[in-house]
């Protein structure tokens, strides 16, 4: 034959894209007025699911407001394609637009199968998306070839932009039925619109057999109800088997009931099984019943009948010419009108039109479990040479034909991953690196392949996955290349969990192999991920640290590679905090620089403490993974903002940053991000007096930090207990929980975080009157961080001193610690005034301390630090003076998500880009700007500029 492989060496870019277009086009049942249903035979009448249609209903009637992800779920047969088949029905009759999917085993090696049936109706109007992703999506169904790799993220932006456009006109019901069965990439961009519906007129309902993970439980407010479905109970079970068997006798109707035990497909097919599929006992469970029962159909089939229901149950579309030309091709002629009418009269599938489907999923797995093993692979490569034009389909064919390792099979199938990546398809191209690895018949070239298979994973975010794939690779040879690739995936694919000192010194082995190999680029990236375990609290061993500095000090790269200066920031963040400074100093002022890299220099920037760095960098980095839709890398991204921007007093960016950051977080599976997302909205809420959302969120980090181990997340959380307290005015709380921090025998310390607390716990100490001993932590953390010039580090220390200072010296520490104010960070000279205001005051100055307790009052206000503008007022009173209380900003009255899309709309962006940037709906963007105009007192988009510059004038004002 003419294998696939050679085919697949053709140019991909000859005519791909119609004929893949064409493809797509013969799976669009909806299009062809073949019923959405597996099973034809439901009654009429529908039986025994009042409440669910109830509970459907009700999201219909919170159109157009509010959208909602609707997920109906149950076993095989319990009647969930009925049910999505009566609100596609009923739901036109509401003015709901329907579009339709149906997931199916076949199509799962087809990127993006599902998502083209159930958005090809909307296709037209893709051209008036934005370009990115308009050539995203269409490069997604093959419809136009792509330069570079598509995002999936930016297909499914495309996706919601579509959807949102149609609802706009008229509320859209998008129903996907069998969702299990759909391919992965059709499924991540479903989970995607899914999370995006609150504000859209869109209902999308999908059903699967196994339930949703912590799924919520009919809350439809939240917009994400999970519907399970349960048996039917016995009087609307009787009912159904009157009407569907009405000639059955009465022992047989008594067994049929207590075999199909509710279940409403098992009610419509046992009573016209074999009296073999009907037994006495329950002992064999229902699917297998009905499996059975299935197959039992196939013996009263023609065996040229039976060979079109097995090549219609292996195809991976629904098209009939498809079915009909491999049929021939194994019968060695031309089709029969009989052949075609014994296939129908199965009772196992329909053909309409040019359109073939199983009435079931069970009925297409009956007839694939009842063929022997060699007419399943015949039937392959049969289908193999009937879509020999369409590369990477025929590939998948002629793999799944092969029973031994094959070469040429094994290349075409990477190949074909290379092509699932380039349209943005990662999940698939992971399957088919996995199947080529299988078929490669040298052990070195397979383990390449797996490995490659466990980076898509690793990109994925399937840790699981990963640590599968790793198992099977460390069996097999690798090439020396990929020794160090293997090291480096070992440590990658837990991002946030140390692991422990045997997986660092392995890192260590292999990056100081790599120095010798002059492979200096993989020798830094393995020092990275040793480094970054170290800091995440792998180990505290000296010996171990000492040995991982001497080789990072063998690398020798470019001065305009940043990696090295994280790996000194992880490893060294003090002793080279000088150089690192340097660095970054002259990396901020470059433009255009790879987001990649910029994300890189920010975590070495807040590592090491320089957090005025940090802001700048972070969101730099962040402009250009938003537009390369890399959420993954955004998300950490917009964690270290989150944080830098708390030790700065800059709090609206932390509050959009974590809000945003947890939301990408738990999109991407980044579980240790998540906590950190949560850790910095828990530390704000303690700042701002609400201490029991911080508590609540803090005990969400604490069951990730155990499982983790991650000392960086524990310490962090000691951070938001003492500030909790000191948002409490327990002062003595606080001081026991920042000593922690500061304590090297503690489980929680971890360096260089201890440093950026040393103000905090300062703090505490004097309100408790323990400067004595807190003066003697504060030169210990003094010593370890000398010779850093990272602002974070120095106003830290600068502002302990000065809280800590014995009388004769306050004054002389109180003015080092104000030369530390030129960065402008209100929070920090907030708490300064506050602390050289009382200590004026009570040194009988009391005029120039309440100049500054004035300042401190009104700037805690602003900010809404209720704690800390309490204790300002109560000093500024004490000075005689009257307390004149401000309210917070106007941004403390708007949520994140509201707060980023004022200011982005004041900087004047519209509506579809704050959309493109944020990952919403430019419709989603409107609604929460018509939300948030009352919150400011506007009634405008022009006003948005000014309302918001005045606050942070008077904000800074307040502050200075």
């Known amino acids: 034959m003419s294998t696939p492989a050679t085919a697949g060496r053709q140019s991909p870019t000859s005519s791909a894209a119609p004929r893949r277009a064409a493809t797509y ?315 075609r009418r014994d296939a129908v009269g199965s009772g196992l599938l329909d053909i309409a039109e040019d359109t073939v489907r199983f009435r079931h999923p069970l009925m297409r797995s009956a007839v694939v479990h009842s063929s022997t093993s060699e007419a399943v692979a015949a039937t392959h490569r049969a289908l193999a040479k009937v879509l020999a034009r369409d590369i990477d389909r025929s590939t998948w064919h002629w793999a799944a034909a092969l029973d031994r390792p094959d070469a040429a099979a094994a290349d075409a199938l990477e190949a074909t991953a290379d092509r699932a990546l380039s349209r943005g398809a990662p999940a698939l191209a992971q399957t088919f690196l996995e199947r080529s690895a299988q078929l490669t018949p040298q052990d070195a070239a397979g383990g390449h392949r797996l490995l490659r298979a466990a980076e898509v994973a690793f990109e994925l975010g399937r840790p699981d996955t990963v640590r599968a794939l790793l198992e099977q690779v460390r069996t097999r040879p690798l090439p020396m290349e990929d020794t160090g690739r293997l090291v480096a995936l070992e440590a990658a694919f837990d991002d946030g969990v140390p692991g422990g000192e045997r997986l660092v010194h392995q890192l260590e082995q292999a990056a100081a192999e790599a120095v010798r190999a002059r492979d200096d680029s993989l020798a830094v990236s393995l020092l990275i991920r040793a480094a970054r375990a170290c800091y995440w609290g792998a180990t505290r061993d000296a010996a171990l640290l000492g040995r991982l500095r001497c080789v990072a000090d063998e690398v020798s790269l470019s001065p305009g590679d940043a990696r090295p200066v994280l790996v000194d920031a992880f490893l060294s963040p003090f002793a080279r905090g000088a150089t690192i400074v340097d660095h970054l100093n002259r990396w901020t002022d470059r433009p255009g620089s790879d987001p990649a890299l910029t994300g890189l220099l920010a975590m070495a920037s807040f590592v090491s403490g320089s957090f005025e760095h940090t802001v700048p960098l972070t969101q730099a980095a962040e402009a250009g993974l938003r537009r390369q839709g890399r959420l993954a890398a955004l998300t950490q991204v917009l964690v270290l903002r989150t944080f830098a921007a708390l030790y700065l007093g800059q709090w609206d960016l932390t509050a959009t940053g974590a809000d945003e950051a947890l939301r990408f977080a738990q999109e991407t599976g980044q579980t240790t991000w998540a906590a950190c997302a949560r850790l910095g909205l828990a530390n704000l809420a303690a700042v701002h007096g609400r201490h029991r959302l911080a508590m609540r969120l803090l005990g969400q980090v604490q069951e990730a930090a155990v499982i983790s181990g991650n000392v960086s997340v524990a310490n962090g959380m000691q951070l938001t207990r003492g500030l909790a307290a000191l948002g409490q005015e327990d002062q003595g709380m606080a001081y026991e929980e920042f000593s922690r921090m500061l304590d090297p025998t503690d489980p929680a310390y971890q360096s260089p975080q201890c440093a950026w607390a040393l103000d905090y716990f300062a703090e505490a100490a004097h309100g408790v009157g323990r400067q004595a001993e807190a003066r003697a932590v504060v030169r210990q953390v003094e010593k370890l961080a000398q010779g850093t010039p990272a602002g974070g580090v120095q106003r830290a220390l600068a502002l302990a001193h000065a809280l800590l200072a014995e009388a004769d010296e306050a004054p002389a520490r109180f003015a080092e610690a104000r030369l530390r104010c030129a960065s402008g960070s209100p929070w920090y000279r907030a708490r300064l005034d506050l602390a050289e205001g009382a200590w004026l005051r009570r040194h009988y100055r009391i005029a120039e301390g309440r100049k500054l307790l004035r300042a401190a009052q009104r700037a805690f206000d602003l900010l809404d630090a209720p704690s800390w503008a309490a204790r300002a007022a109560r000093e500024l009173a004490a000075t005689g003076q009257t307390v004149d209380r401000r309210r917070p900003g106007l941004w403390a009255a708007l949520s994140p998500q509201e707060l980023e899309i004022a200011r982005l709309a004041g900087q004047g962006l519209s509506n579809r880009e704050i959309g493109e940037r944020l990952y919403l709906s430019h419709r989603t963007v409107g609604s929460h700007l018509y939300r948030l105009f009352p919150k400011l007192g506007i009634q405008s988009r022009g006003q948005l500029a000014a309302v918001l510059a005045s606050s942070e004038e008077e904000h800074q004002d307040r502050a200075d």
């Open 25 to 339: 086009a013969g799976r669009v049942a909806a299009e062809r007025g073949v019923p959405l249903v597996h099973v034809a035979d439901t009654p009429t009448h529908f039986l025994g699911r009042d409440r669910e249609l109830s509970l459907v209903r009700r999201v219909w009637d919170a159109l157009p407001e509010a959208g909602t992800f609707l997920h109906v779920s149950g076993p095989p047969g319990i009647g969930k394609t009925a049910l999505l088949r009566r609100c596609a029905e009923e739901a036109p009759e509401r003015g709901l637009r329907v579009l339709r999917g149906v997931g199916s085993r076949a199509e799962q090696a087809l990127p993006f199968a599902i998502l083209h049936q159930l958005l090809r109706p909307l296709l037209p109007a893709a051209e008036h998306l934005p370009a990115a992703q308009r050539d995203a999506l269409l490069a997604a169904f093959g419809m136009v070839e792509t330069v570079r790799p598509a995002e999936p993220a930016r297909i499914g932006l495309a996706a919601l932009e579509l959807l949102s456009e149609s609802a706009a006109r008229r509320p859209v019901l998008a129903v996907v039925d069998d969702l299990q069965w759909a391919d992965p990439s059709s499924r991540e961009v479903i989970d995607f619109v899914s999370r995006r519906l609150a504000a859209e007129p869109v209902v999308l309902m999908v059903s699967t057999r196994e339930a949703p993970p912590h799924s919520p439980s009919g809350d439809v407010e939240r917009g994400r109800v999970h519907l399970p479905l349960a048996p039917l109970d016995r009087a609307d079970a009787g009912e159904l088997l009157t009407r569907h068997a009405p000639a059955l006798s009465a022992d047989d109707r008594l067994r049929v009931l207590g075999l199909a035990q509710g279940n409403p497909l098992a009610l419509l097919e046992l009573p016209a099984s074999a009296r073999s599929a009907l037994p006495v006992t329950g002992a064999v469970p229902l699917t297998e019943r009905l499996l059975h029962a299935f197959a039992d159909r196939l013996a009263d089939c023609s065996a040229r009948s039976r060979v079109i229901l097995l090549v219609a149950a292996i195809q991976d579309s629904d098209r009939w010419d498809e079915t009909e030309r491999g049929a021939e091709l194994l019968l060695g002629g031309p089709l029969r009108a009989a052949d």
